[in-house]
């Protein structure tokens, strides 16, 4: 009879939770990344015409088993892989779902993560390659992470795949006195994964909550893997002190509520008081670093009562240290933002529209229409903001947007 609608959708939901967990575990198991992920995706083709009846109760222990057996056929159907493929197959005998291991399994994504953060791989490459096998991104995703086109990232997560195969790089966590050399690339990758679930770069959901848990674990275990090192701490800290802002980020339709408007007594004051914890932590290691400083400003949004109490020239003058470690524009837009509310908008505005390189971000658009609407632009800030719409593939921040412009045009600012 087919699929409904809505068991496609939940199916779909399942895939992409699965994904990272699923695929970690298929890499270690055939060595070969390409090659766990058309068996992957052999299986959630196979996975759509078996759970017609409904999503069995171990959908990832379902979805490997699946994409072994799939692994096996490949392998068989290559001639000249034959002597893996006896080796494979005999390492599958009577393998079925209960034998999954989760906690075998749990520390799967973290060997991806080293394998793909390698020093032989370009470092751009690295985080890429590990947004789209740990946590299962799409391309367009990835690229719109990194505001660079879509057929670029493509190239780029290839050539990637392409060097793990050709170097031979070994799927595993490193030797101790290995970690700090990938320790950078590594947090780079949690950080993304964790802002790719605290503000999901296209889709129906605004937040994945899944993908902030695993960043937060993630980064949990590095710092047993690397105690007492001021820039994990610092990423903790960052991360608990943002998600603890998730209960008041959402209205009834699921919709962005911004933090000017967010009903401060929703957050979770226990994990502010971890991220607070951790970033003292950090701190008294007197290794300053771009993470430790991010968390510092956050921690400076979640002390105060309110927008209009925060203590905006202190994060300003955070701004300008975070660009001695990390000059990006997307880190000087921020700045910029800091500035209006610290009073100066029009020096925002200036430093704004002198930023290079943000033209496709929708973020940029929608914070000069604020301005500009603030400023009495409302020409301006009509074009900012549908600017910020058309570039935007998140629905729900594309409904915040096309209302903030319906406020505009009724008259009642941005």
Request: some cysteine; glycine content about 6%.
């Amino acid at each position: 009879m087919g699929l409904t609608e809505a068991s496609r959708t939940a199916i779909e939901a399942v895939f992409r939770e699965e994904h990272g967990l699923v695929l970690a575990g298929l890499i270690r198991f055939t060595g070969d990344i390409q090659l766990a992920e058309d068996s992957l995706q052999d299986a959630c083709v196979a996975a759509l015409g078996a759970w017609e009846g409904g999503i069995p109760d171990q959908p990832a222990a379902w979805l490997t088993t699946a994409a072994k057996r799939k692994a096996i056929d490949r392998i068989r159907r290559a001639r000249t892989l034959r002597a893996k493929y006896e080796t494979i197959a005999h390492d599958l005998t009577d393998v079925e779902e209960d034998d999954m291991d989760p906690e075998a399994i749990e520390d799967e994504r973290l060997r991806l993560i080293f394998t793909c953060c390698h020093p032989a791989i370009a470092p751009d490459a690295r985080v890429a390659l590990t947004l789209r096998t740990v946590c299962g991104l799409t391309t367009p995703e990835i690229a719109s992470a990194f505001l660079i086109s879509e057929p670029t990232m493509a190239q780029r997560i290839v050539r990637a795949k392409r060097k793990i195969a050709d170097a031979g790089i070994p799927y595993r966590v490193p030797d101790r006195d290995e970690l700090p050399d990938r320790l950078d690339a590594v947090l780079s990758v949690i950080y993304l994964i964790f802002n790719e679930g605290y503000s999901a770069s296209s889709g129906d959901e605004l937040i994945r909550s899944s993908l902030t848990a695993e960043a937060i674990r993630l980064c949990t275990v590095v710092d047993t893997l690397l105690p007492e090192r001021a820039e994990v701490l610092g990423l903790l800290a960052l991360m608990h002190l943002h998600d603890a802002r998730t209960p008041a980020r959402r209205d009834e339709f699921g919709d962005p509520i911004l933090l000017p408007d967010q009903n401060r007594e929703l957050w979770d004051h226990e994990r502010i008081a971890d991220g607070l914890m951790l970033l003292d932590r950090a701190l008294d290691l007197e290794q300053p670093g771009p993470y430790q400083i991010q968390a510092a400003i956050a921690a400076l949004h979640d002390m105060a009562p309110g927008t209009d109490a925060t203590d905006w020239d202190q994060i300003v003058v955070l701004y300008g240290s975070l660009r001695r470690y990390l000059d990006t524009p997307t880190v000087q837009l921020n700045e910029a933002v800091a500035i209006a509310m610290a009073g100066d908008r029009r020096e925002a505005l200036r430093r704004i529209d002198a930023l290079e390189g943000l033209a496709q971000y929708p973020y940029l658009h929608a914070a000069r229409a604020s301005l500009l609407a603030d400023e009495g632009d409302t020409e301006g800030a009509e074009a900012a903001y549908l600017a910020a719409i058309d570039l935007t593939a998140s629905a729900p921040e594309r409904r915040l947007l096309m209302r903030k412009l319906g406020s505009l045009r009724d008259g009642e600012g941005g």
